[in-house]
């Protein structure tokens, strides 16, 4: 009897999980309650027992793959004979044994509403000998980059798709040699299934994408596999590839370029106009000669760009700025902060503070905490607190700390660090990155004083962080002015005109700057 393996439900605000690790592998003998795979969530980490004994028939999601829960993982065969004298059909993924098996490495699904990815850089070279779990290149989405681990230790065989190419999820883009044995990888994109006349009519075609081999790309620019494999088919150099001019974005070269571009040259009039030479591309090769080069975008700037863009484009911003003395806080960092990190692992900074403050904010006006959906205002009962991340070389990214408004200081101050530096490694998921309700930038980590920061949507609010610097202030003592040397912070606030307006701002910030000048040292 076949028993269908479920993505358990971790808890009831939890709708998906993700193999982290299969620790049985297909075929294998399990026992009732064996630890057969694990799973992560935004909340836990667990293992997950076998149901009964029996042999693993079939795995149906693979490592780093995130499904939502109920989804079938697995199947298993309880009646160990009859897995034995029937087996399971496997995934007609094309695989080849020659001394050990052949292991396909799938595009990986980085989330449910990501369905492709780029290459943006190939940490090895075909031939490399590679460890498992060791990393074997990186990719870009529109979501998250990341670094993919090898799935099996062995001999990378064979690089199925260029840095730079953009690529469906599961499409396999390599191949590696391993001693252990065969595994077969199942992609998203299958093999055409043979069907009765009947439903071939009722059901639509699908365009199936074939693997094929791609060249490095040195110019920087896409070519999408369906666009490899015509060239392919119709024996085009890569070298005459390039000269084609593309319509897609970014002057990428589409199908439909592709196969006018073959009706032309069949027809005797092939364009002449090269590659370098086209406007539209925004990728040309290096001109040297007026001293100016051309440097490629690579996919993370594109995607700040497009989203700053679309920010622009989507909300009408207005920003206020005040000035914080930040004594208080600044005494209590500067007495505390050898403690915090000998006793709580803690490194204080002034972020965990402004956090709190921001946070204390959001709960007292609500609508700074919402987002614009046409004419409907969506007020979040949740506060999920971005804290905006530099990448080098050129990069940002907006992590987000889940439910914010249930942590005290320290809380915080680790959750921070965390995201921080699971953006600076390429450890981010896309539900890291997503689901944000209110974001603060720290400019003030590079000197600035203060800055007018783009909302990230669909937020509508952000708080930009100034440095703090030491400068002479009037304060008032026992009904006298005078001069003191003080800490201060400016706070930028950039909010959506659409939803708030100047006095809600105002208060906003009035409350965040109270907040932090008046804080209640005795709760960290």
Known sequence: MKINIVMPQMGESITEGTIIKWHKKKGDKVKKDEIIYEISTDKVDTEIPSPQDGILAEIKVFEQETVPVNSVVAVLETDASAAEAEPVQAPQASTTQVGGGIIEVPMPKMGESVMEGTIIKWHKKPGDAVKADEIIFEISTDKVDTEVPSPAGGILEEILCAEQQTVPV???????????????????????????????????????????????????????????????KEKIPFEELETIAGTGLNGRLT????????????????PQKAFAETVSAGFTKPITGNGTEIIPMDNTRRMIMQHMVKSRDTSVHVTAILEVDMTKIHNFIEKNRESFLKERDVKLTYMPFISYAVI??????????????????????????????????????????????????TG??????????????????????????????NYGVFGSLFGTPIINQPEVGILGVGAVTKKPVVVEIEGNDVIAIKPMMYLSLSHDHRLVDGMLGGRFLKSVKDSLENFDVSIV
């Open 360 to 409: 204390k904010a959001l709960r007292e006006f609500p609508l700074m905490n919402a987002s614009v959906d046409g004419s409907n205002i969506l007020q979040k009962k949740y506060i999920n607190l971005g804290i905006a991340v530099a990448v080098e070389p050129n990069g940002l990214i907006v992590p987000n700390i889940k439910n914010a408004d249930e942590k005290n200081i």
């Open 170 to 232: 599961g499409f396999v883009v390599a191949k590696i040699r391993s001693a252990t044995g065969l595994r077969k990888v199942e992609p998203v994109i299958a093999p055409p299934v043979q069907q009765s006349a009947t439903a071939a009519k009722e059901e639509p075609k699908t365009e199936i994408i074939t693997p094929v081999k791609s060249v490095k790309i040195q110019s920087g620019r896409f070519y999408s596999p369906l666009v490899m494999n015509i060239a392919g």
């Open 412 to 441: 915080l101050a680790k959750a921070i660090a965390e995201i921080g530096f699971k953006a600076r490694n390429k450890k981010l998921l896309p539900e890291d990155v997503s689901d944000g309700t209110f974001s603060i930038t």
């Open 255 to 270: 199908k439909k370029d592709i196969l006018e571009y073959l009706d032309k040259k069949k027809a005797g009039h092939v």
